[in-house]
């Protein structure tokens, strides 16, 4: 049986806890939305948490996948987040626009259509 309060009962609770989160390391979060092409201009918009790995596997070229199938294997386009739901967003965003205006952002960003992990 405590004698304290609800509050006190509450305060002590989230001190607790805020006492184990602040023991706790610190982890980096790291989220990304890309845009890969082929040569021909055929975008690939996609969302990862391992940018170097997710390159890799469109370049690996699965069989019967859009990325094969259009020979989409160039890293044109990428934004760095830390949090999932605002990465999320932003690619559901990019996926919603038309073909121009993610070319226009290409173009913006990457104006020679560079592959901006040709050295990876």
Do not use: C
């Amino acid at each position: 049986m405590s004698f304290r309060s609800e509050t006190e009962e509450s305060a002590v609770a989230f001190l607790n806890l805020s006492d184990i989160l602040s023991s706790m390391p610190l982890r980096e979060y790291h989220f990304y939305v890309y845009i890969m092409a082929s040569r021909s201009h055929d975008l690939y918009v996609g969302f990862t948490n391992n940018i170097f790995r997710r390159v890799a596997e469109h370049r690996s070229a699965p069989p019967d996948t859009h990325t094969a199938r259009y020979n989409i294997n160039r890293l044109v386009y990428y934004e760095h987040f830390t949090y999932v739901l605002n990465a999320i967003a932003r690619e559901k965003e990019l996926k919603d626009w038309s073909r121009e205006k993610k070319l226009a952002l290409i173009e913006a960003a990457n104006p020679t259509w560079q592959d901006l992990a040709r050295d990876w």
